[in-house]
């Protein structure tokens, strides 16, 4: 069927090349931030999170960067494999039950 | 690894009828949430969920829109009129405890067309 986010900007990396999305976000009450990662026909899936004292953290093969002063995160994901290729949404917490989520980008991994 | 599971996972229905969405929590989980997500466009809290009532919505979750959780196990999302702007992918998700990111659940969405 017809996917979601058709007129997302697209990141293309080759494989194994490193890969940075990057979001803005709006709130500057948001203190905790969570990357997701979406298939087609899939619901979001957490990657990484990262509280508003920290300015980095890593995980397996991902790292994300808080830069409070401009309200920007970015994700960075070493070795691109196939497997990554989704979009990408980045969302802010600034209370305690919803999640604001950016628009989104989508990240092709070519072979 | 326990998932959200949501049905159906294509829903067509005609201008002006009501649907039902429906969804099952991970089952220890205490918190529900419904977003939508339109075609090409974020993905937009509509409300949560806790102890049998409604903790927050968002000003999309109008009269027209309700949530119910029927038995200990369902959560659904109804919406009782349905307009063409209806149309988009729909999320339930829960979490454990509240604003929990690593716990916070989405399932695989159902899409609802309205014709």
């Known amino acids: 069927g017809e996917s979601v986010g058709l007129h997302l900007p697209t990141l293309s990396v080759q494989e194994g090349d490193n890969s940075i999305i990057n979001c803005a976000y709006s709130?500057?009450?948001?203190?905790?931030f969570i990357w997701y990662k979406q298939e087609s026909g899939k619901g979001p899936q957490f990657i990484i999170d990262?509280?508003?004292?920290?300015d980095k953290r890593q995980g397996q093969r991902v790292t994300v960067l808080l830069n409070k002063t401009v309200k920007h995160l970015s994700l960075q994901i070493a070795a691109t494999q196939p497997g990554d290729s989704a979009v990408y949404f980045c969302?802010?917490?600034?209370?305690?039950?919803?999640?604001?989520f950016g628009t989104g980008t989508r990240l092709k991994v070519l072979a | 690894e326990p998932e959200v599971t949501q049905t159906p996972s294509h829903q067509v229905t005609q201008m002006g009828q009501e649907v039902i969405l429906r969804c099952v929590p991970i089952?220890?989980?205490?918190?529900f949430y419904w977003y939508r997500q339109i075609l090409g466009q974020k993905v937009e809290f509509l409300v949560s969920?806790?102890?049998?009532?409604?903790?927050?919505k968002s000003e999309i979750f109008d009269d027209q829109f309700s949530v119910e959780r029927p038995d200990g196990s369902n959560f659904t999302l109804k919406i009782r009129s349905t307009k063409l702007e209806d149309s988009a992918m729909y999320f339930c998700?829960?979490?454990?405890?509240?604003?929990?990111?690593?716990?916070?659940?989405f399932g695989s969405g159902t899409r609802l067309t309205v014709v």
């Open positions: 990262i509280r508003s004292n920290m």
């Open positions: 089952s220890n989980h205490l918190y």
């Open positions: 709130n500057s009450a948001s203190d905790y």
């Open positions: 969302a802010e917490i600034p209370g305690t039950y919803k999640y604001i």
């Open positions: 998700a829960s979490s454990e405890s509240a604003g929990q990111g690593r716990g916070y659940t």
């Open positions: 969920f806790y102890n049998n009532e409604i903790s927050e």
